[in-house]
């Protein structure tokens, strides 16, 4: 999808809709906006259900301050204005809600942006401008302070956020990543102390590169590629709609009965993928005119040392990255399920996963089908495509139990006894 091909109006419908359905804003909470290349400012309307908007309910406010709609712009119109006039540079603005920004903004305390490298680069320096009656020209003036002194977001003391960006995807993107990374770091302080990564090792990751592939042109594709490409970009979709993607993480492959590899590709937005952006990689050589995902050789290396896995899935979850960023073991013998899908979690060191494909691909096996990888991501793999994300939802949903339970009391887990008895019943393989 051309984002940037959409008219201003679509575009605010469109990201708002995101906003809305993932829980990130309330009815009456949020707004977006827009200048164009006339100059003009589309903003979301005051006082309309956001869950329900369309592009007739957008708001166009004209250079010289006249106002097109059948609605009022937003209250916090002064803000999006001051934020223009300060930085011609930005070009969108997003301000919203979500729960966990909210949680720090009314603490007044920043998240950390070094849990995992993406959050850094994608995000950037943040600051936090001092409290302002909302619509006033009071807190428009502490918000464009910070857009002066060079930072693109800002948290609001007892507030929200307010991001700015040179499109209103980018500063979605920014927006989605700095709730998923605040999210990550509420859940990772209710397990211990969280670990936060150095200038040298997120400069480590920044320097990942792509594979250096050859390309090559397919001439056909078989009836067996072309149901992995559809089933791949529906659990793909699956994951998005559930938390355990965002638009710019998450790798999904499949190994083909020739030996094939399909993956995602590298920096296309994951809620809007199409089977025709997943990539094919065959005999080191991979689809011209695409990027694979940077993570294609340490797939290979798995699929080359282990047979039976035939998917492989990596993600940054919430619950499960918050035992990424502490030194807290996931121990999966909570209820039977988990322990029968999930068996002995390892962790691997940051950077493992790119600098050190052969060692992580060697401590998978039947007996540790997942890996998190510290401050980085986990992997999870199964037989079959299903079979792997029905891996990566247990886990999730296991580190969600695990957490919530710490309110609660002591852990006990399945003894070693019960352990043995569901290796019989259930024929699982060492």
Known sequence: MKFELLHPADQLVM???????YGMTTTSGGNLSIIDEQGDLWITPGGVDKGSLNRDDMVCVKPDGKIIGKHKPSSELPFHQSVYRRRPDIKSVLHA??????????????????????????????????????GSEDLGEKIAKKFDEGYSTVLLENHGVVIGSETLFKAFMAFETLEFSSRIELHALQLGKVRSLDDRLIDISRQKNSPQLATFKPTEHTSEEKAARRDMIKLIRRSYDQNLFTS????????????????????????????EDLVLIREGAHEEGKSPSRSALLHEKIYSKNP?????????????????????????RTIPESYIMLRNIEKVPFGASFMQPDMTADIIS??????ICENDCV???????????????????????IIVSKRLGQIVQISDLEVADIHTAFKLKN
């Open 15 to 21: 990201i708002m809709d995101r906003i809305y359905n």
């Open 97 to 134: 809600h979500p729960s966990a920004i909210v949680a720090f903004s009314i603490v007044r305390r920043l998240p950390d942006m070094r849990l995992i490298p993406n959050v850094n680069l994608i995000c950037g320096k943040i600051a936090m401008a001092p409290y302002g009656l909302p």
């Open 248 to 275: 710019t993480q998450g790798t999904y492959s499949v190994r083909l009965s020739d030996g094939s590899i399909l993956i995602t590709p590298y920096g296309k937005d994951r809620k809007y993928l199409e089977v």
């Open 308 to 332: 039976d896995i035939n998917s492989i899935l990596i993600a940054h979850p919430p619950y499960i990255m918050a035992f990424a960023v502490t030194d807290e073991k996931f121990d999966s």
């Open 366 to 371: 039947n007996r540790t089908p997942v890996i």
């Open 379 to 401: 992997i999870v793999t199964g037989h079959d495509l299903l079979n792997a994300f029905d891996r990566l939802e247990v886990a999730e949903y296991s580190a969600h139990a």
